[in-house]
């Protein structure tokens, strides 16, 4: 069965110091997505990025980066140089590519505070 | 383009009420999932639709809970009757494939049952 963990429940941080969230990820697949969203205070999830169980390469996108490692099972998220707005509930999410088991599972998210 | 559209933003019913929420898709999009939020959890998948076919209901209360998706576009999702733990945030999302690509977020519902 399909398990997203994100150990971390809440995280706070100094603005402009760097912060990284974790995530774990079970999946008996091979072939299987990866996704980050951003839910700020306005309550809707905002897409960050999805990577493929194929695509191993890390990926930065201005302050964000992301790590990572199938062979810890780990999608990690790095802010740097971390602003106030970016103050908000990030999850990972992951889904499958199989008949019957493509739904998109949610990690149960970590809370981000940004500290001016 | 347009986003993914719900109504209404906030419901507030007695418990043993019913109560019918509403998405309209991004065009064109397949995959139209809706998601129960709790308050300090993740989104818990209800029901995914591809088209106008369930492809998931496993996590649904079919006891008090229905959604349909009629001509594949619109969906509606009904809960009767409402109890004190369906207070939640419903989320509507859509997506052009069904696991490929990332789904895109409505605002959601927030439903209150007091």
């Known amino acids: 069965a399909q398990k997203v963990t994100q150990a971390q429940t809440e995280i706070s941080v100094v603005e402009k110091e760097d912060v990284t969230l974790d995530c774990v990820y079970e999946t008996r697949d091979t072939t299987y997505y990866l996704f980050w969203y951003k839910q700020p205070p306005s309550g809707e999830l905002v897409f960050l990025i999805r990577r493929n169980s194929f695509d191993e390469q890390n990926e930065i996108s201005g302050r964000y980066s992301w790590n990572f490692q199938k062979s810890t099972s780990s999608f990690n998220f790095t802010i740097t140089a971390s602003q106030v707005v970016d103050s908000a509930v990030y999850f990972c999410?992951?889904?499958?590519?199989?008949?019957?088991?493509?739904?998109?599972?949610f990690g149960k998210g970590t809370r981000l505070h940004i500290l001016p | 383009e347009a986003g993914v559209a719900q109504s209404p933003r906030y419901k507030i019913i007695e418990k043993r009420q019913s109560v019918a929420f509403w998405c309209n898709p991004i065009?064109?999009?397949?995959?139209l999932y809706w998601y129960q939020q709790i308050l300090g959890q993740g989104p818990k998948l209800l029901i995914q639709f591809q088209n106008n076919g369930v492809v998931d209901d496993s996590q649904l209360p079919k006891d008090r809970f229905s959604a349909e998706r009629l001509k594949g576009v619109d969906s509606t999702l009904k809960i009767q009757p409402a109890k004190l733990e369906d207070s939640a945030v419903y989320l509507c999302a859509s997506s052009p494939d069904r696991v490929s690509t990332e789904a895109f977020f409505g605002q959601g519902t927030r439903l209150t049952v007091v």
């Open positions: 065009s064109g999009h397949a995959t």
């Open positions: 999410a992951l889904s499958e590519r199989g008949v019957g088991d493509d739904k998109i599972i």
